[in-house]
């Protein structure tokens, strides 16, 4: 999917977000109250969509003859991986009921139909629209009715539902939004492990995220999921449950999913042992385990961590590692995120982790920082255990400490970018000895590269035509009151501005035109076929033929702006000029408003464009300072590959950042401005929209009080 293209369905998400959740707050519903019907109507747009799609698919199979005209069954529409619905279940009939105050019956009557349709979801989609009121639910209905989701496909209607998660999460809806791991960390864990084959299991698999993750990581690879691999999880909820089945059917997806207390059930039982991939992201430091019920588990194969004197498991936290290493097949891998206190957790604790460690088959240990889970502040980290690990690597451990990669995506919350994602998995590649998915991962950059830097001229050339477009009236202005000599002294500030304009055009043309010319010599020999680096040093030696390039267009990004800020003082002179004035006559205010704006529009595209391109060669600087042999290696403050032995004399310390050192200081020579005064935005946004609503609390709370 191309930036555009996500940026497209970003603003989707962040539209039916504040619709849905204006609708709440007029409702005066909690977010728990709201969370499963808001997901139910997302669920039945897919649906709706999926069987439109269906159908139109069967109609077109049935007009060429591969299919026989007949009455249509349901098989029809699951071989084409929809559900078939009845009318009464279907987006546009719901839409088009006559009487409102029928709507939360309809809706009821269409989740029942689709359950009667659809086993695996017997039971689990949301009823309870009969209390809502049927504007409200009117309103809910046609906020997503867009022309762009009658259109959606299942990847964008999986996006739109898994934001929705994300959102209910960080409002603190079901069980302080514990159902939801955040994307950055499920992908980086798929990322290690590679789920593409077998049983992939999730013992506390919560809304179902890191079956849905395998999904996406399988149909990158061109495969088929459902023929792939086959989903197991439990949960204990059964809140939690639903919303995990309809995570997988609005992805088109099945599992089984039961419901069961992991600490002390194994409802598939038959898994131990079997599992090829395992992911899970269990509840941290629980206490109280009952250490009598679990004694003889047979999961427990390296003995229970630590029993105080009432006879409970005082962290559970080793029960669920202990649990997860048992299901793994002699082939399997596992991915789980967990508490950052166990890696280095004493007495017990130690003892199961000098056990697991002396299997050889931990794996990969990668530290994250603080504020990259929704509603806690705490860090984490992620263990990674590989029973296949080849006899070179068993005595070794890769140590990553990824807390100090990370993107900023409000105040109080972090991910990772793709691109981070990208070049954490390539530091495992390397450690696996996989230099070649190391080399197409920089192959991949220079192919965008070129692709951005192939752009920026065009983006120039709307810019330059905006600006022309915005200077002519101004001119023409000028001139028409220096023939007629009209307010001679009142127009010197505009002249003025105007000579300042056409003095910065001048300085930009050129370094504008040295550019171009430059990217167009570094673009050409990379547009023929064959033409992008396949080595190691030929990747150098075009990451270092754009260096002078990435700093020339850090050069015109700032005359560019200094460009749009003249325009952008040149037009309200004129305004002021013209106003009320026999040089009104010579001046369209209002044409020359919407040039002026324009011209900013294009500003920004261009700006964006050139940024673009210098984002993507960051990317192979960063990988080429730290890994300029596209081998592993100990990088301080970031990696390094540990022995058993230097484990052990760290008290069996599993802690990265216990071994990766402190990173050197070094001089930011490429020190992004304009980043940090986006985070400072994102800051600011943030810290007024928590202003906007604390005040409307207080105004109602006045209110409630009849003041």
Not at 354 to 377: P, Q
Not at 442 to 465: D, H
Not at 466 to 486: F, M, Q, T, V
């Amino acid at each position: 999917m191309t930036a555009h293209a996500f940026d497209r369905i970003a603003q989707i998400e962040s539209t039916l977000w504040e619709a849905a959740d204006q609708l709440r707050a007029n409702s005066k519903l909690t977010s728990s109250e709201y969370c499963m019907p808001v997901l139910g109507v997302i669920f039945l747009r897919h649906a709706s969509n999926r069987h439109a799609a269906a159908l139109q698919a069967i109609e077109a199979d049935q007009a060429t003859g591969k299919m026989p005209r007949r009455a249509l069954v349901a098989g029809d529409f699951k071989k084409r991986r929809a559900l078939m619905l009845p009318e009464t279940a279907r987006y546009e009939y719901l839409l088009n009921l006559p009487s409102r105050d029928s709507l939360g019956s309809a809706l009821i009557e269409a989740m029942n139909a689709i359950e009667a349709s659809f086993e695996p979801l017997a039971g689990q989609l949301p009823k309870d629209y009969g209390g809502f009121d049927s504007k409200l639910l009117e309103d809910l209905l046609r906020a997503f009715d867009s022309d762009a989701l009658r259109q959606a496909t299942g990847d964008v209607f999986g996006r739109i539902y898994e934001y929705f998660l994300m959102k209910f999460a960080m409002q603190g809806a079901q069980d302080n939004g514990e159902f939801f791991t955040p994307p950055s960390l499920v992908q980086t864990l798929v990322n290690v492990i590679e789920p593409d084959h077998g049983v992939v299991a999730d013992l506390a698999c919560g809304s179902g995220g890191m079956f849905v993750q395998s999904s996406h990581f399988i149909e990158k690879e061109g495969l088929d999921t459902a023929g792939r691999v086959t989903f197991y999880g439990q949960e204990k909820t059964a809140a939690t449950i639903r919303l995990a089945k309809m995570n997988l059917a609005v992805h088109g997806l099945e599992g089984h999913i039961v419901e069961a207390n992991t600490f002390y059930e194994d409802r598939h039982a038959a898994l131990w042992g079997n599992c090829d991939f395992l992911m899970a992201n269990p509840p941290f430091n629980v206490d109280m385990v009952d250490a009598e019920r679990i004694k003889t588990d047979r999961r427990l194969t390296f003995g229970l961590p630590g029993v105080n004197k009432d006879k409970q498991v005082s962290n559970g936290n080793y029960l669920w590692i202990s649990y997860f290493h048992s299901y793994l097949s002699k082939t399997g891998r596992a991915g789980f995120v967990m508490s950052s206190q166990a890696s280095s957790a004493g007495h017990g604790e130690k003892e199961v982790r000098r056990k697991l460690v002396e299997t050889g088959d931990v794996d990969v240990m990668v530290a994250i920082r603080s504020n990259f889970f929704y509603t806690r502040t705490v860090p984490c980290e992620l263990w990674h255990f590989d029973r296949a690990k080849p006899a070179a690597r068993r005595d070794r451990v890769l140590m990553l400490d990824a807390r100090q990669v990370y993107r900023k995506v409000t105040r109080k919350i972090y991910d990772f970018s793709p691109e981070q994602q990208a070049n954490l998995s390539a530091i495992v590649w390397l450690y696996r000895e996989r230099s070649d998915r190391f080399l197409g991962l920089v192959k991949g950059y220079v192919a965008r590269l070129a692709e951005e830097a192939g752009a920026i001229g065009p983006a120039l050339v709307a810019f330059e035509a905006g600006l022309a477009a915005g200077r002519l009236p101004l001119d023409g202005l000028i001139k028409s009151l220096a023939e007629l000599d009209l307010v001679p002294e009142a127009r010197r500030p505009l002249t003025e501005a105007l000579q300042e304009w056409a003095a910065a055009a001048t300085a930009y043309e050129a370094d504008r035109a040295a550019l171009v010319k430059g990217l167009a010599a570094f673009c050409a020999p990379l547009a023929v076929e064959g033409g992008l680096p396949q080595t190691n040093a030929a990747q150098h030696q075009t990451r270092e033929a754009f260096h002078p390039l990435a700093d020339a267009a850090r050069g015109l990004v700032k005359q560019i702006d200094l460009l749009g800020k003249l325009a952008s003082r040149a037009g309200p002179l004129a305004q002021a000029l013209t106003a009320e004035s026999p040089a009104a006559d010579y001046f369209d205010r209002r044409g020359t408003t919407r040039l002026v704006k324009a011209i900013d529009e294009q500003r920004a595209q261009a700006v964006e464009q050139l940024k673009a391109a210098a984002y993507v060669h960051r990317q192979i600087v960063w990988l080429h300072e730290r890994f300029p042999e596209a081998v592993m290696r100990d990088v301080p403050g970031l990696c390094k590959v540990v022995t058993r032995t230097e484990i052990k004399e760290a008290d069996w310390s599993l802690t990265p950042g216990r071994f990766v050192g402190v990173a050197p200081a070094e001089v930011d020579e490429d020190f992004d401005f304009e980043q940090t005064l986006r985070d400072l935005h994102v800051e600011l946004a943030d810290l007024n929209r928590e202003a906007v609503g604390l005040a409307a609390r207080i105004q109602a709370n006045f209110e409630g009080l009849g003041v």
